[in-house]
């Protein structure tokens, strides 16, 4: 690949690579408790109307409105029905003590908060024996109605659904005790670089000129981990070309993904390229992005057995932003999530607290977080080996090419949240 090839725009490199992907075929059943993050492979159908059945919003009296003929009416309580105890049809003229949650007896048509009712005279069991109605009800008031969150037989989750801790919640409302997912990914990760050491392997004051503790190791596992990866780990790999072809034959063994980071350049200690190609195909692009702009996609192996291969930039702000970027979209599509929710997030309007005087030829995501006024301020030291800075900020700006950035201006800006 030449040196000078033109930088591919970011989005349809995106493109480019959901297009490639397609979701795993196997699927399996987990317990709901245990599917936060997991992506359904099935409808979920509801086998019930959510709530059963009419019931109270509040803590009050359940009551016909038409005998409420004006604020102050005295009516007799004739039962007490609180939440999981099915009352009596309620006599005309009379109310009924009811508490959130219980179902509205045959004939009451509106519940009346406590806080607009005054209770007289205790009966002998205790409770109010009369309540005065300090309102004139509206029919229906209070009143929750059977179905009107789920109606039976409808699908209340799709299939392609990363589920949430409410996507949890409205399962199990519907009684789905267990979920039909998309398997986990499997991904083979490992970093190439003769400057790297792990720690606790080499203490700091013993750290020889020249080396860096690896980074990326732990950044890259903890955010497939969060996406619902299986990850082995196949740890450093020496920078040279019969290491690295061997590290690659390995990782295609059992994954559906090998991601590294470090050594897609093009420079003589970079072997990925070279090796890549030997055991598989490549395609080595240069992305109009900052921070990160080499990144090597293909598959090793042949035939539909191959595995895809990633690789990533070796600086650890490049790495991790190319991964939130390019990457993650790809395993979300790996477990279903469909191309439509996949493209590039689109950043929120807000007002700018920086100024940036210098314009870069490449779109550029600017590590950055607001202030107290809800602005957005950027780190000031946007090096792609900064990793405090993604630590510090809770968003990303994107900046367009050739663009300048002045306080008060409006920019994008794509909180962290969009990206997990």
Known sequence: MRNNAPLQNLDDALAQ??????????????????????????????????????????DGYALRAADVPAPGTVLPVSQRIPAGVVGQPLQA???????TGA??????????????????????????????????????????RRGEDVA????????????????????????????????????????TGDELVMPGEVAPEDMPPGAIYNANRYTLSGLLQALGCEVTDLGLVPDQLEATRAALRVAAEGHDLILTSGGVSVGEEDHLRPAVQAEGRLDLWQIAMKPGKPLAFGVIGGGAGGTWFIGLPGNPVSSLVTFLLLVRPVLLRLQGVPV??????????????????????????????????????????????????????????????????EPGQTVSFIPMSFLQ
Request: glycine letters at 10%; a positive charge.
């Open 17 to 58: 690579l959901l297009a490639a992907v397609q979701p795993l075929a196997q699927t399996e059943s987990v317990p709901t408790a245990q599917a936060l993050g997991r992506v359904l492979a099935v409808d979920v159908i509801a086998a019930l109307d959510v709530p059963p059945g009419d019931n109270s919003a509040m």
């Open 93 to 99: 003229g009379t109310a009924a003590r009811i508490f």
């Open 103 to 144: 179902q509205i007896p045959t004939g009451a048509d509106a519940v009346v908060m406590q806080e607009q009712c005054e209770a007289l005279a205790e009966a002998d069991g205790g409770g109010a024996a009369a309540v005065r109605i300090q309102i004139k009800p509206l029919h229906g008031l209070a009143i929750r």
């Open 152 to 191: 039976r037989g409808s699908a209340v989750l799709k299939q392609g659904t990363r589920l949430t801790p409410a996507a949890l919640g409205l399962a199990a409302s519907v009684g789905a005790a267990l979920l039909g997912v998309t398997r986990r990914p499997r991904v083979a990760l490992f970093s």
């Open 340 to 405: 439509a929710l996949l493209g590039m997030p689109r950043g929120l309007p807000l007002r700018s607290a920086f100024r940036r005087t210098k314009a870069d030829s490449r779109r550029e995501f600017v590590r950055a977080r607001l202030d107290a006024e809800g602005n957005v301020t950027v780190y000031p030291n946007q090096s792609s080996g900064v990793l405090t800075s993604m630590v510090w900020a809770d968003g990303l700006v994107d900046i367009p090419a050739g663009t300048l950035v």
